[in-house]
């Protein structure tokens, strides 16, 4: 994929560029920075309805990637780790903006907020993302690709129909058929509750 930095066009290898910065290079940082800003911004905006707000929270998430990059896995799209991670943020954000403005929630969910702030986050993200990796894994090899590009690396579906040589109808559809089959998994191979909790997280950036 070429993307452009500086006015010159370079040629973009995700796992390239994940590599770099795990090893600590900012250039390729940089470059991943560039490619999914805005479509991590985009599900941060759905969320927060705050432009300022969201922007803040997309600089914490790519912080939070820079902070956690030897944890990366170097062999497949960060995409998911971001979205996730966004989504996460974002569902803080919202919670601590209710919390300042109705003092009373306060004391009614002082239980809540202190298990919540004990717990690991980045195991929360690590289960989410997890559980949504095996529901994809189950997808045939079409629907697959195609979710995986739209979802975890962020093309446009019509980017997606050129490269993959397909009609943007057959984008859409295999989107489409992904997202029932990947909501069905998780119902059928989860209790009904988490397997509610888990489609509730993922809804946002990912079946929608």
Same mark, same amino acid.
């Given at each position: ?16 560029? =994940? ?15 560039? +490619? ?7 599900? =941060? ?6 432009? +300022? $707000? ?15 990059? +030897? ?5 497949? $799209? ?59 894994? #189950? ?27 397909? $009609?943007?109808? $057959? ?13 069905? #998994? ?14 509730? =997280? ?7």
């Amino acid at each position: 994929m070429m993307i452009n930095q500086g006015g010159n066009s370079i040629e973009f290898n995700e796992l390239e560029a =994940i590599q770099g910065m795990v090893n600590g290079d900012i250039s390729s940082f940089n470059l991943l920075y560039n +490619h999914y800003n805005r479509t991590v911004h985009a599900n =941060i905006l759905k969320l927060i309805k705050c432009p +300022h $707000s969201s922007a803040e929270i997309l600089q914490d998430v790519f912080v939070a990637l820079w902070q956690n990059r +030897h944890k990366i896995c170097t062999e497949k $799209s960060v995409g998911g780790w971001l979205f996730v991670v966004s989504y996460n943020k974002s569902l803080n954000a919202l919670k601590n903006n209710l919390k300042g403005s109705i003092s009373y929630l306060e004391e009614l969910n002082k239980e809540f907020v202190d298990e919540t702030e004990t717990t690991d986050f980045e195991v929360q993200y690590q289960v989410q993302l997890k559980v949504l990796d095996e529901a994809v894994s #189950y997808l045939p090899a079409r629907k697959k690709e195609v979710f995986k590009l739209c979802r975890f690396e962020g093309r446009s579906k019509e980017e997606v129909a050129l490269a993959m040589g397909i $009609s943007l109808q $057959s984008v859409n559809d295999y989107l489409k058929q992904a997202n029932q089959a990947i909501r069905k #998994y998780i119902l059928n191979r989860y209790p009904e509750q988490i397997a509610k909790y888990i489609l509730i =997280i993922l809804s946002s950036a990912f079946l929608k």
